[in-house]
């Protein structure tokens, strides 16, 4: 099979019209979703950070809340009341009222003796005097211990305030409930993964995790340590084979606890991961739209070069139908004036024959006759044959003649007929009528001949091929009607029987190059050329038509007067 000539260019324009809107396009949307997941990335760790900030305020309110209490009870109650087991009982059940966050209650002298407790241990008279908590809580005043174990062996933190009488001091401190505690800690709620617990400085649990992890262990996964200072920070960690989180951290207790909020990062962007659908199926409709519209456009772009070239080979042939014409018009032109000559000779002989045939009857010579009559007869027919050839040889060259045309007055009444004769003969042919309607007075008009003529002669071709057309040789009708018309013109109208002009063509029918005739019948060229002849002679030539019942040329001129 032959190649197209146009695969090239198609593939062309396809892969550029696809290309140069897709890369733009890709970028578009790739920095929308970058500014996009950007944006729900930021927002989602902002948020972790504003929970991280308050859950770390709420914690920090729970300890300096339970810290005043006791920080209350040393500074409006003595040593010695608080040592009485009664009384101690008594001022533990209205800080129970005033908060349910302490276990229990004992008090210690200077020495770290437990001299007075109240709670479900027996702890009295135990003697904490080398304990960490102890000699911190003299030295600071106040103290609030990671988780331990104890004289109970069993995890939990306390918080020990010191007071002083008669400039001895003494301590008074609380266990705080680690399930309540825990409970406080462990309620933030994030997600589906989400969770909250507490680290020591040593990366010791201060509190368990929902995820795993019991207190005072570490945890399997290591993150690393934020630094010092007040801060909230942010981190996506993961370790191989282990899932990756978004880690939210901020110290408390003066740097001695780590808060750890964390949740997965696949669910923490849950909202980012959702994107990915609407966003790939964007990209997909908008890719099927740009080539859907390349391939569209690209096959209406070859199409429309098809058929520029068509139409520009069609006007090549046009063109050289013309130029034939042109020179065949030039050619009729010399064998009119050649043809002429010899008819001029006839004419002369024919002349000579009569001469010489007068003498032979003068002289007896030719006795006049049947024959004779017949002679005659025939040299009558051979001098109309002459005169008719010669007037079709003067039309030809009239028709013909070249250079600069000129206006003369013309009589339209008379000129219309001349021009009818000479196709008459065709008409008869096809079986055509053409009837006439001449005016009873001349009608004066400033043309010039030969154009006019051209004019005409194209214009009753034109209906006869229409008439051709539609009925072929079975007959059909041209009106030739001359008259006067306004504003002081006068008018030929040339209307047929024929096939019509199409509406869609009606604009088109005085464009050069136009016409509906097949290939090798019609260069497009005549009304065009008509047209513009009309109007340099200062006339006007219009149409009317109407599809399968007839067409109207009407063909106005400047009227004038004759020659004197």
């Not at 997600?191 to 992890?213: C, F, H, I, P």
Request: overall charge neutral; aromatic content about 8%; proline content about 4%.
């Amino acid at each position: 099979m032959k190649k197209s000539p146009y695969t090239s260019v198609r593939r062309f324009v396809l892969i550029n019209m696809i290309v140069v809107p897709f890369l733009p396009f890709l970028i578009v949307i790739g920095i929308g979703y970058h500014h996009f997941s950007s944006s729900i990335e930021n927002s989602t760790i902002a948020s972790m950070k504003r929970i991280v900030g308050d859950h770390r305020q709420m914690i920090s309110s729970f300890l300096d809340e339970r810290k005043n209490d006791l920080e209350l009870i040393a500074n409006t109650v003595s040593f010695d009341e608080l040592a009485r087991a009664d009384r101690l009982a008594v001022i533990f059940s209205q800080l129970q009222k005033t908060s349910s966050a302490f276990s229990d209650l004992g008090i210690f002298d200077e020495n770290g003796l437990h001299v007075a407790y109240h709670g479900p241990y027996d702890l009295t008279g135990r003697l904490y005097r080398d304990t960490a908590w102890f000699m911190e809580t003299i030295k600071n005043g106040v103290y609030i211990s990671d988780v331990f174990l104890g004289y109970r062996n069993i995890p939990h933190f306390i918080i020990a305030v010191a007071g002083t009488q008669n400039g001895r001091p003494w301590i008074i401190r609380a266990t705080v409930d680690s399930q309540r505690f825990n409970t406080l800690v462990r309620q933030v709620r994030i997600g589906k993964t989400g969770e909250a617990y507490l680290l020591n400085s040593q990366g010791v649990l201060q509190t368990d995790r929902r995820s795993g992890g019991e207190l005072m262990q570490k945890p399997p996964e290591a993150i690393p340590t934020p630094p010092a200072g007040d801060d909230i920070h942010t981190r996506i960690h993961g370790q191989d084979g282990q899932k990756t989180f978004l880690y939210a951290t901020a110290w408390l207790k003066n740097q001695q606890w780590l808060l750890v909020v964390r949740q997965e990062k696949s669910d923490a962007f849950q909202a980012l991961r959702a994107s990915w659908l609407p966003v790939a199926l964007i990209s997909l409709f908008g890719g099927i739209c740009i080539v859907w519209a390349a391939f569209t456009l690209t096959g209406a772009i070859v199409r429309k070069m098809e058929k520029t070239d068509a139409e520009k080979a069609s006007l090549s042939q046009q063109l050289v139908g013309a130029s034939r014409l042109a020179e065949l018009g030039e050619m009729a032109a010399g064998f009119a004036h050649e043809i002429n000559n010899p008819l001029q000779v006839i004419n002369s002989e024919l002349s000579l024959v009569r001469v010489l045939e007068a003498e032979m009857i003068e002289a007896g010579q030719l006795i006049k006759g049947e024959n004779h009559s017949q002679i005659a007869d025939s040299l009558d027919q051979i001098k109309i044959q002459i005169e008719r050839c010669a007037k079709i040889t003067r039309a030809i060259l009239k028709f013909g003649r070249q250079g600069e045309g000129h206006l003369e007055s013309l009589e339209l009444d008379r000129i219309v007929p001349e021009i009818i004769a000479m196709v008459q003969k065709k008409a008869e042919v096809h079986g055509i009528q053409i009837e006439r309607s001449l005016p009873e007075a001349p009608i004066k008009i400033q043309a010039d001949p030969a154009k006019l003529q051209q004019v005409l002669l194209n214009l009753f071709n034109n209906a006869m091929d229409a008439i051709i057309e539609k009925s072929g040789s079975t007959g059909g009708l041209i009106q030739v009607s001359v008259r006067q018309g306004t504003n002081g013109m006068a008018a030929v109208d040339v209307s047929d029987s024929g096939a019509g002009i199409a509406p869609e063509n009606m604009e088109k029918i005085f464009s050069p190059f136009f016409t509906t005739k097949p290939v090798g019948k019609g260069t497009g060229l005549g009304l065009s050329v008509c047209y513009g002849i009309i109007e340099q002679m200062g006339g006007k030539l219009t149409v009317s038509s109407q599809l399968g019942v007839g067409t109207e040329f009407t063909v106005e001129l400047p009227a004038g007067q004759p020659k004197r």
